[in-house]
């Protein structure tokens, strides 16, 4: 054998070796393309960070398609390293697919025979968390679940919103606030208490420094502030008493509905009938709650009306809703259960009678006839609401330790808040005012 042939030996080996590669890039980018996250309640380990993967995902300028009611509402985007290693590190469960089965899935969930659909998911949500600046993550159901899930976010109050911050954000969530200057109608149990007293001072200095004679003025503002930022085409979420007392301070208006012990003067005569309900976002024709001593903004709260309902049978119903047709409420209705078990706060539930024919129910407690989380759409923008305080602290009280959610990374009332975080991210469509 001369030289010739050596090398042309070596030349056929390369090629071969050169071949093997190419065969087996090939197989990986037909048979490993994809990473679907599955949301079901069989296989995903980590709900809640899940999202934060997604999220994540977002972040670094990767597309992600989102597949209403197939496993749960699972998540697809393409397959690399970096993100099967982050999946890996935040302890969430993932599927590597091929181009083959990644087509047959989205085949199948095109079909018409199937109530589910792809929505994609096309930018991380800025987002801002409207609460006091001394407040702890665990304060607030929606702080935990962010930090829980590893989702960025900014915190906002009275100033920012006043100097219209709101328009860097796309997501605005509200701290369980009270808008009437009430000071959350604490006053009855607790307006010995030192943190009530600091509160009720910190509150008055605030709105002194911003120009305002009364704590009401300035949160009205603010809620005026918030309003037009929804209208605009901003995202809004709020819980508990942020929800009620919201609309409460729009309808009531020019109209002073505090008594003394709140802002020094008497509240305006018969200011019931001074209510103007077409300013509201949700509710309308409801009776507020005028006895300063009670712990109830207005007739909207269900609270004292769930006697009958026991907390081993507190459970709510999450609707069903056409992923083609009404991808929307269907998104912000993903879950691996469609029964998700109650908690309570100073706002629980909602009197359904007293909801705008305009606002969507999307869960409802069926024996006691409440809604407990709504949707709606102002102007350009969205607005959610979901009643009560923590998911995964049935009654929490003041003072009562903070959920650890690493016990609950499964929680489907959780999952509820975190559809309302990616919700902005979906690639839009034009909505009627």
């Known amino acids: 054998m001369d030289l010739n042939d050596n090398v042309l030996d070596g030349f056929q080996f390369l090629k071969k070796r050169l071949l093997v590669l190419l065969i087996f890039l090939s197989f990986n980018?037909?048979?490993?393309?994809?990473?679907?996250?599955?949301?079901?309640?069989?296989?995903?380990?980590?709900?809640?960070?899940?999202?934060?993967?997604?999220?994540?995902?977002?972040?670094?300028?990767?597309?992600?398609?989102?597949?209403?009611?197939?496993?749960?509402g699972a998540f697809l985007f393409p397959d690399t390293e970096i993100i099967r290693k982050e999946c890996q590190i935040r302890g969430v469960s993932f599927e590597v697919l091929s181009d083959s089965k990644t087509e047959s899935i989205l085949e199948e969930i095109s079909s018409p025979s199937k109530n589910q659909e792809s929505v994609i998911l096309e930018k991380a949500p800025k987002i801002a968390v409207y609460s006091p600046k001394g407040n702890q993550p665990w304060d607030d159901a929606v702080t935990m679940v962010l930090t829980y899930a590893e989702i960025p976010y900014d915190v906002v109050y009275d100033r920012e919103v006043m100097e219209d911050k709101l328009l860097l954000y796309d997501w605005l969530h509200l701290h369980h606030e009270d808008f009437t200057g009430q000071y959350g109608k604490f006053y009855g149990a607790y307006r010995a208490m030192p943190w009530y007293i600091e509160e009720k001072k910190a509150a008055e200095a605030l709105a002194t420094d911003l120009g305002y004679e009364k704590v009401s003025q300035e949160k009205l503002d603010v809620a005026l502030k918030i309003k037009n930022y929804v209208v605009g085409g901003g995202f809004m979420f709020a819980m508990c008493s942020a929800t009620d007392s919201f609309d409460i301070a729009l309808a009531a208006e020019g109209t002073d509905i505090c008594e003394p012990m709140f802002d020094g003067d008497p509240a305006a005569p018969n200011y019931q009938a001074q209510l103007d309900f077409s300013k509201t976002f949700a509710f309308q024709d409801f009776i507020l709650e005028r006895n300063p001593l009670t712990y109830e903004f207005s007739s909207i709260d269900m609270t004292a009306k769930r006697r009958s309902v026991k907390r081993e049978t507190d459970y709510f119903t999450l609707m069903e809703f056409s992923a083609k047709w009404d991808p929307v409420p269907t998104m912000l209705c993903q879950n691996h259960t469609a029964l998700v078990k109650g908690f309570m706060g100073q706002t629980t539930a909602y009197d359904p009678t007293l909801i705008r024919p305009t606002v969507l129910v999307m869960a409802e407690n069926k024996v006691n006839g409440e809604a407990r989380y709504i949707h709606g759409i102002k102007g350009k923008g969205f607005f959610t609401f979901y009643g009560g305080h923590d998911p995964e602290d049935y009654q929490h009280r003041v003072g009562d330790p903070k959920t650890e959610l690493a016990l609950h990374p499964n929680s489907p009332g959780y999952r509820l808040i975190l559809n309302n975080v990616l919700f902005p991210a979906a690639k839009k469509k034009k909505q009627k005012t």
């Open 29 to 72: 980018t037909a048979f490993a393309s994809y990473i679907l996250i599955p949301m079901d309640a069989e296989t995903q380990q980590d709900h809640l960070k899940a999202y934060g993967i997604t999220y994540w995902v977002l972040q670094k300028n990767e597309k992600v398609k989102w597949l209403l009611n197939y496993r749960g």
